[in-house]
């Protein structure tokens, strides 16, 4: 039985707790710092989840900070230059090279702070050094669909991570999710079921097989 087997069948279909989430975190946290990746499909709720995550170590003692992959998107510009604006999000569409570098990093602490870049939705652009990553912090929580991906590079960022998560939603739930949420960001009804069941459900797809090499598969 592989990990994720093993910890999904502990708690069946029953939600999983942020409270409980936490306790295993702590559990896992005996070296200087712990590496946690949350994977899933697009509207699957990672950045809510890892924020919570985040927020809920921090009360709980250990410091803790959230670094999204979702800082390493091409800018707009270079989408565009590229050819594959039409398709933002999908796994050619990121500097993983940069990404990976940026885990090796924090993964070796040398008493220096490390910057990181984080994605602004209301500019749709990354921006550069917005997440500061202290050399005292011991949890870093890092969430995207790809961590857990092989293609286009996106294979070095498993090795590089101490445990990665899956995040699992029912599909309805999840596509319900993101119209909603690209609606908030300007996109029309239409044009939110549109790029919800057009490029993000390609991603999707495409991340769906990875949940099978999650060390944990995560219910909401």
Do not use: C
């Not at 949350?38 to 009360?59: N, Y």
């Not at 498993?158 to 596509?175: A, F, H, I, M, S």
């Amino acid at each position: 039985m592989t990990r994720s087997a093993e910890a999904e069948g502990a708690t069946g279909d029953r939600p999983d707790t942020v409270a409980g989430l936490v306790r295993d975190v702590l559990t896992e946290l005996v070296g200087p710092r712990l590496l946690l990746g949350i994977a899933g499909p697009p509207g699957a709720g990672k950045s809510t989840l890892a924020s919570e995550l985040v927020d809920a170590l921090v009360e709980a003692g250990p410091t803790a900070v959230l670094v999204p992959m979702d800082g390493f998107h091409l800018a707009q510009r270079e989408l565009e230059r590229l050819g594959r604006a039409d398709r933002k999000g999908a796994p050619d569409t990121f500097d993983v090279d940069g990404y990976v570098a940026l885990l090796a990093r924090l993964r070796a602490p040398d008493g220096r702070t490390v910057y990181a870049p984080e994605f602004r939705r209301e500019v749709e652009e990354p921006v550069a050094g917005a997440v500061a990553v202290g050399p005292d912090v011991r949890v870093v929580v890092t969430e995207g669909n790809y961590l857990l991906h092989d293609d286009h590079g996106w294979g070095q960022v498993r090795g590089l991570l101490d445990q990665v998560w899956y995040l699992d939603l029912p599909q309805e739930t999840r596509v319900e999710r993101l119209v909603a949420r690209l609606e908030r960001h300007g996109r029309s009804p239409d044009a939110a079921l549109a790029w919800a069941t057009g490029p993000d459900e390609r991603n999707a797809r495409l991340v769906a097989p990875g949940r099978s090499r999650a060390d944990r598969v995560v219910r909401r």
